[in-house]
């Protein structure tokens, strides 16, 4: 069986939300993430396919929650609220790229 190695660097920089999103990531990467949490290929991220994405990566999201002392709900409103800096509720491939370039 192959292993997708791509997908599972994805995976990993998808825990915890979008804090694996840095500036060290290129364009493209970014655009695959998105891909990745798109998951009725709309083009956008909307809050249910963050909370889909968030929620099976409970853990990392408790753990990133606790360090900036918020409750794991709180945090799951500020990190998708953060990344969509148009507030329309929804998250471009182009605001996830802005805000890996703005966590620089
Ligand atoms: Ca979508
Ligand atoms: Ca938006």
Redesign the pocket.
């Known amino acids: 069986m192959k292993i997708n190695s791509t997908k599972i660097v994805l995976i990993a920089l998808l825990l915890g939300g979008f804090s694996g999103c840095s500036a060290l990531i290129s364009d493209s990467m970014l655009k695959a993430i998105h891909q990745e949490m798109?998951?009725?290929?709309?083009?956008?991220?909307?809050y249910s396919?963050y909370l889909d994405n968030s929620n099976a990566n409970m853990e990392d999201v408790k753990s990133e929650a606790k360090d900036k002392g918020m409750s794991v709900e709180e945090y799951q409103k500020w990190d998708f609220h953060r990344a969509d800096s148009d507030g329309d509720g929804?998250i471009t491939p182009q605001e996830l790229i802005d805000l890996a370039r703005k966590e620089l």
Do not use: A, V
């Not at 798109?38 to 909307?46: A, E, L, V």
């Open positions: 798109d998951t009725n290929h709309d083009g956008y991220i909307d396919e929804k």
